[in-house]
């Protein structure tokens, strides 16, 4: 009698019902457009960190560089200088960590001892500047800051100025990074992030080998390839593979094992950051604390640090889409609910002569509420059908427009940006933008959040209709009938 009496009434009402379901369908649709580009965002954002400091690492220790004038010296370079008169075509470079101060090689076994570390790999960043020319008896001096790194560093491709004393000249100075690579551990750090395109990686067996990966875009630039060899500061290198950044640009222009970087470098056992995974993504905070406690003078940063310096169109839609977005979302399903339980509560009111005849009939107020409350949950998953159909639709043409955000990434004045970028003093306002194409992935979570809400809407509802019906009395009927 019961599912009888619903169809019945279900068909002879198909406009109420389709606009209660229309109600809800639009509420729970929102939900799911809204937590698909929230959940796209989130994994855009996820994309822009992976390119900074590579797939698994949770966090980076490092230690603050040296205040600016605490006994730096701007890098010089002496040339040998023919008799006066006679040019000199010559070529010489300077190889210089990256940002922050070093760090003993043995920083990373305390930190991977630490409690709730899964993992840590050292590394060291570089930047190698190069000058090439023609010079007459002098000296060059490089002026201004020397920390922007090369093509692959955030802040593109370095353009530093110097003068000859003493002669003049004609001279090209051009700069690229380099960073050292623990062989040995391969799945942690900035390497991570990027995919080989050509030849292979590193061997764990090449801890000191002169053998190099090279960054596409700067093996394509400088006409690189596998087998090539490259020279730094004096060293040959052999070229073994050729990488590919996943998104952005790469950390590095080229990538050595780590005890050929340190001998470059003049940094023997030393390196400029520490790369760590936690054994919980969920306690990196607590891990943080207890980095920072046991190892004192470092700087622990973690993503969500990091996350806080991006900016950019990426930024400013996630915050939309995670405060706008919520509260908006929040707001259309209340209204909906309010809406369809107001119109439940209306179509009993119209109903009276006929509820009230079956009370006359026999029927119990109870009876008469589940009937109310049935006919209201099946419109409410009416409208939980409609509403994840129009959210899947909306969340697949957000994907497949793929609108492209903007994320730039600026100097968080320490941590895994400058340890894996090149940061420091003389990078504070040096930042790194990058292209990032949003979707909007709907998760099976998502789907099961909208039938919740598709039968708590239709609950809500029947619980409207429900008390209206429950107050209407058979003398009611025969009012009505006068």
């Given at each position: 009698?019961?599912?009888?009496?619903?169809?019945?009434?279900?068909?002879?009402?198909?406009?109420?019902?389709?606009?209660?379901?229309?109600?809800?369908?639009?509420?729970?649709?929102?939900?799911i457009i809204v937590s698909s580009v929230s959940s796209g965002m989130s994994k855009a954002q996820d994309k822009v960190l992976e390119s900074l400091y590579g797939l698994g690492t949770d966090m980076t220790v490092s230690k603050a560089a040296a205040a600016p004038g605490s006994g730096t010296e701007r890098p010089k370079f002496e040339f040998d200088a023919k008799e006066s008169g006679d040019d000199s075509t010559q070529s010489t470079d300077r190889v210089m960590v990256q940002g922050f101060q070093t760090l003993a090689s043995t920083t990373v076994d305390k930190v991977g001892k630490q409690d709730g570390v899964a993992g840590a790999v050292g590394g060291l960043s570089m930047t190698v500047m190069k000058v090439d020319g023609q010079f007459r008896r002098g000296e060059f001096?490089?002026?201004?800051?020397?920390?922007?790194?090369?093509?692959?560093g955030p802040g593109g491709s370095a353009q530093p100025q110097g003068e000859v004393k003493g002669g003049g000249?004609?001279?090209?100075?051009?700069?690229?990074?380099?960073?050292?690579?623990d062989v040995t551990k391969q799945d942690l750090g900035p390497l991570t992030s990027s995919e080989i395109t050509a030849g292979r990686t590193f061997?764990?067996?090449?801890?000191?080998g002169k053998v190099a990966v090279v960054d596409a875009a700067y093996a394509k630039e400088k006409k690189l390839i596998v087998g090539k060899t490259v020279t730094v500061h004096g060293t040959k290198f052999t070229i073994v593979g050729v990488s590919a950044a996943d998104s952005g640009d790469a950390a590095a222009?080229?990538?050595?094992?780590?005890?050929?970087?340190?001998?470059?470098a003049d940094a023997k056992n030393k390196v400029t950051t520490v790369y760590v995974k936690a054994a919980d993504s969920q306690q990196i905070d607590s891990v943080k604390s207890t980095i920072q406690k046991n190892i004192p003078g470092t700087t622990v940063t973690t993503s969500a640090d990091l996350a806080d310096t991006v900016s950019g169109s990426l930024s400013t839609a996630s915050d939309l889409a995670s405060s706008v977005g919520k509260w908006l979302s929040i707001?259309?399903?209340?209204?909906?609910f309010l809406v369809a339980g107001l119109l439940t509560s209306s179509a009993v009111s119209r109903r009276v002569r006929e509820f009230g005849?079956?009370?006359?009939?026999?029927?119990?107020?109870?009876?008469?509420?589940?009937?109310v409350v049935g006919e209201a949950l099946v419109n409410g998953l009416m409208g939980g059908v409609l509403g994840i159909a129009v959210g899947l639709a909306g969340a697949y043409v957000v994907t497949a427009v793929s609108p492209t955000l903007t994320a730039q990434l600026g100097s968080s004045g320490g941590g895994m940006r400058g340890g894996m970028m090149g940061g420091g003093p003389g990078r504070q306002s040096a930042s790194k933008a990058l292209d990032i194409a949003l979707t909007a992935p709907v998760s099976l979570s998502i789907i099961l959040i909208a039938v919740g809400l598709a039968v708590a809407g239709g609950l809500i509802a029947g619980a409207f209709g429900g008390w209206r019906a429950s107050r209407l009395r058979p003398a009611d009927a025969l009012r009505r009938v006068e």
């Open positions: 009698m019961f599912f009888t009496y619903l169809r019945r009434e279900l068909r002879r009402r198909r406009k109420a019902a389709l606009v209660v379901a229309s109600g809800l369908g639009l509420g729970i649709a929102l939900v001096k490089q002026e201004g800051d020397t920390s922007q790194g090369g093509r692959g000249a004609s001279f090209d100075v051009n700069s690229y990074t380099v960073y050292g690579t061997k764990t067996t090449e801890t000191n222009n080229l990538y050595v094992p780590l005890q050929q970087a340190q001998t470059l707001a259309v399903l209340i209204a909906a005849t079956l009370k006359a009939l026999g029927w119990k107020s109870g009876r008469v509420t589940r009937q």
